[in-house]
T-cell receptor
Framework: GAGVSQSPSNKVTEKGKDVELRCDPI?????LYWYRQRLGQGLEFLIY????????KSGLPSDRFSAERTGESVSTLTIQRTQQEDSAVYLC????????????FGPGTRLLVL | GDSVTQMEGPVTLSEEAFLTINCTYT??????LFWYVQYPGEGLQLLLK?????DKGSNKGFEATYRKETTSFHLEKGSVQVSDSAVYFC?????????????FGKGTHLIIQP
């Protein structure tokens, strides 16, 4: 069906507030990834879900960041007590599964923390 | 850890010029290598990939060859068009079974002038 979708497309928040970002992967894709792209930087891997396995959280920058995924569907990335350095584009990608399969990216959520 | 280095941009060329965007990597084991492209206002799209040494990925007139001896995956196109203007990201994924996220370079902004 449709590609990876993310919402909101833009989010402006005040420092210290919590934000929740949503990702809808391509139907049938068991793997889901979150990345962060700060201005002038490459993409940073944050977290990876594969089916019902425990997620790979090795890229999360601090304990203020967390993510959940229900089964093989929607995922939410939550940032608590946001800081200005959290301002970035947050990208979600999905793929058919672990291994060499291509990752398909969503359009991203642009987060600005004032 | 794994890393990807690509040439800084912006790169400005005239239409029909020859394009090379350099990409080198450091990684343990034998990664898969990718070029992703982000057109203005759109999400990241896979442009081409190579999964083992000496493989050549190609798509839309772009090519890149996996060179293990020089740890490089340079992107080339013989004759660029205005529609190729975009940001190009080189990336790798370690295929040794650990984290499955992609490691990206910082991106190269390509501007093609008519």
């Amino acid at each position: 069906g449709a590609g990876v979708s993310q919402s909101p497309s833009n989010k402006v928040t005040e420092k210290g507030k919590d934000v929740e970002l949503r990702c809808d992967p391509i139907s049938g894709h068991t793997a889901l990834y979150w990345y962060r792209q700060r201005l002038g930087q490459g993409l940073e891997f944050l977290i990876y879900f594969q089916g019902n396995s425990a997620p790979d959280k090795s890229g999360l920058p601090s304990d203020r960041f967390s993510a959940e995924r229900t089964g093989e569907s929607v995922s939410t990335l939550t940032i608590q007590r946001t800081q200005q350095e959290d301002s970035a584009v947050y990208l979600c990608a999905s793929s058919l599964g672990r291994g060499r399969e291509t990752q398909y990216f969503g359009p991203g959520t642009r987060l600005l923390v004032l | 850890g794994d890393s990807v280095t690509q040439m800084e941009g912006p790169v400005t060329l005239s239409e029909e010029a020859f394009l090379t965007i350099n990409c080198t990597y450091t990684a343990t084991g034998y990664p898969s290598l990718f070029w992703y492209v982000q057109y203005p206002g759109e999400g990241l799209q896979l442009l081409l990939k190579a999964t083992k040494a000496d493989d050549k990925g190609s798509n839309k007139g772009f090519e890149a060859t996996y060179r293990k001896e020089t740890t490089s995956f340079h992107l080339e196109k013989g004759s660029v068009q205005v529609s190729d203007s975009a940001v190009y990201f080189c990336a790798l994924r370690y295929s040794g079974g650990g984290a499955d996220g992609l490691t990206f370079g910082k991106g190269t902004h390509l501007i093609i002038q008519p």
